[in-house]
């Protein structure tokens, strides 16, 4: 006979419970107690094993359940789609119809996320039958599930249309509706509608950054970030994430530190984004900073963190670090095998990287895309000209992957590396996609290495046509003609360029950090602060090396 005093013992012995085999041990107390026919009890058991990931328990203690009410039925249907397994808590929601069990605004609330993990759209409109069917067509909660379904599936239009059809709206429906235009691009929409709000909570503004990072209008991102005047990890995250999809890495990491010091504690999201932010920059002792912090702060190096680990220590020139977080991982997926193999690749470690990527094939994981850049880069190192090209076929044949610009860049740099470069002036011709200026110049720079004038020419009349501002095509072309004393086309490209005003429009930059500072330089840059002392410091150099008799020996004669 259950007492109020036992069911009090059982909730709260629910409420801590941390294991299967806890769970285990409590489902043996709530038989002997007959607590399992309880629908209150049921109820709670079953959003405990959610809370742990086990709805096979969950559903095994429901399955010898005489008569479970609606709100059972609710509990499983809600842990199924915790757990990922919508099409059970379909079925499920299907057998409660039939036990005449009337369904109520949380049970549509799961339904809904259930058909959207499945991106069952048609399934979801006659969910949405059904809810105008119970009567729940002006419920907030159920209306402002559905925008999202329809959303999510990118439906934005179906979701504006119950946006407007419904006669109240909380703040949290304003902010989905939003979300929903500036996740699809309609940042117009977003914003008149982000104006119009009566309440501008933290949600929608962070779907607004969102959508101006995408749309990679940073300076609207950051003034909507400074108007906050609640900012949460979410906000922070978004906003630092705003910066590293916009190539703005050291503003990045300089959000990051003052989220800090606003005593707002990151999460996994957020420690993986600063740690790719420090990956681009090559800072090292930041990277390492951002390791000992997750380290010290009790965070899971699971998949995220870690592959982000990996690759930020590769780029940073500390390869060991990277292959130690790499063997130290319990669990590894994809990306973790992908930033290893890239930077043993990126290292010259040619042999390692293909011998790391055939274990991972034996470990039954897939490779990408991704993977067989790296691989064909490796290829492009050792100058392994036929393994490159069964990579490349095994990348079409037995894993159905349609070669990118990057997998044909890769190709084309390993054929000319080894002097094959009529083979890789007809990949170029056989791409299935615009062969872009990489593409090109990497051919051209095959054609310097092994002088080749007459694909040289093919090379630089396509280049001139994808950038024809960019002098640095040109300026290869007259030192190959010059080393074949071709004199009188080294005149007529120089006058040529000179009647065109063609310079040089993106000069080449570096970054050096000192003292947990960012230091960028680029050719003939005057911006830095320090850049007289810089160059003062040059001269003085270049006049010692004069003088030490280093004169250095021209190649180029443009």
């Not at 399992?36 to 049921?42: A, P, V």
């Not at 809370?51 to 199924?80: C, G, H, T, W």
């Not at 990051?256 to 932010?277: C, G, H, Q, R, W």
């Not at 065109?500 to 947990?516: F, M, N, Q, R």
């Amino acid at each position: 006979m259950l007492t109020k005093n036992s069911i009090l013992s059982i909730v709260n012995q629910l409420k801590i419970c941390s294991s299967r085999k806890q769970l285990e041990s409590l489902y043996s107390l709530m038989l002997k107690n007959g607590a399992t026919k309880d629908c209150f009890l049921m109820n709670q058991f079953i959003a405990t094993c959610s809370k742990l990931n086990n709805q096979d328990f969950a559903s095994l203690a429901f399955s010898y359940m005489e008569n479970p009410n609606v709100f059972v039925y609710n509990a499983l249907i809600r842990a199924f789609v915790h757990c990922h397994s919508p099409v059970e808590a379909l079925l499920l929601y299907i057998d409660m119809l039939r036990t005449q069990n009337v369904p109520t605004s949380y049970t549509f609330s799961s339904v809904i996320k259930g058909c959207t993990l499945m991106c069952g759209l048609r399934l979801g409109e006659c969910v949405h039958g059904q809810i105008w069917g119970y009567g729940f067509g002006s419920h907030v909660f159920v209306q402002t599930g559905l925008i999202d379904f329809y959303s999510n599936l990118g439906r934005v239009n179906l979701a504006r249309l119950v946006f407007d059809e419904m006669p109240e709206r909380d703040n949290f429906a304003w902010a989905a509706m939003v979300s929903a235009h500036a996740s699809a691009g309609d940042l117009g929409s977003a914003r008149s509608l982000f104006d119009e709000m009566p309440e501008k909570i933290t949600a929608a503004c962070n779907a607004m950054i969102n959508g101006y990072a995408r749309a990679g209008d940073v300076g609207s991102a950051e003034q909507l970030f400074k108007e906050m005047s609640r900012k949460d990890l979410i906000a922070w995250t978004t906003m630092i994430n705003c910066y590293c999809q916009n190539r703005k890495y050291e503003l990045a990491i300089e959000v990051f530190y003052d989220m800090k010091s606003n005593l707002i504690t990151p999460d996994e999201v957020t420690m993986t984004t600063v740690i790719s932010a420090c990956a681009h920059l090559g800072v090292l002792d930041q990277g390492k900073e951002m390791h000992l912090y997750v380290m010290q702060n009790g965070f899971d190096l699971d998949v995220h963190i870690g592959s982000a680990l990996i690759d930020m220590y590769a780029k940073c020139g500390s390869l060991e670090r990277s292959l130690l977080v790499f063997y130290k991982l319990r669990e590894k997926n994809l990306f973790c095998w992908n930033s290893v193999i890239d930077g043993l690749a990126l290292h010259g470690y040619a042999e390692e990287a293909l011998a790391l990527f055939s274990r991972m094939v034996k470990e039954k994981v897939k490779p990408n895309g991704i993977t067989f850049v790296s691989v064909l880069t490796a290829c492009t190192h050792a100058g392994l000209a036929e393994k490159g090209r069964k990579t490349f076929l095994s990348m079409t044949q037995e894993y159905d992957i349609v070669p990118e610009t990057e997998h044909y860049g890769c190709m084309v740099d390993l054929l000319c590396k080894a002097g094959l470069l009529e083979e890789a002036l007809e990949i170029i011709r056989s791409m299935r996609v615009e062969p872009n200026a990489v593409i090109w110049g990497a051919l051209l720079g095959g054609c310097k290495l092994h002088k080749n004038l007459e694909i040289a020419q093919v090379a630089v009349k396509n280049l001139s046509v994808l950038e024809p501002n960019n002098s640095a095509y040109y300026t290869l072309l007259v030192n190959m003609y010059a080393n074949a004393n071709r004199w009188s086309e080294v005149a007529r490209i120089r006058v040529f360029l000179r009647e065109l005003g063609v310079g040089k429009e993106y000069p080449g930059s570096s970054w050096i950090e000192i003292e947990k500072k960012i230091h960028q330089f680029a050719a003939c840059d005057n911006y830095h602060h320090s850049s007289q002392e810089i160059y003062s410091l040059l001269d003085g150099l270049d006049g010692q090396l004069k003088l030490a008799g280093q004169v250095q020996e021209l190649e180029f004669v443009f």
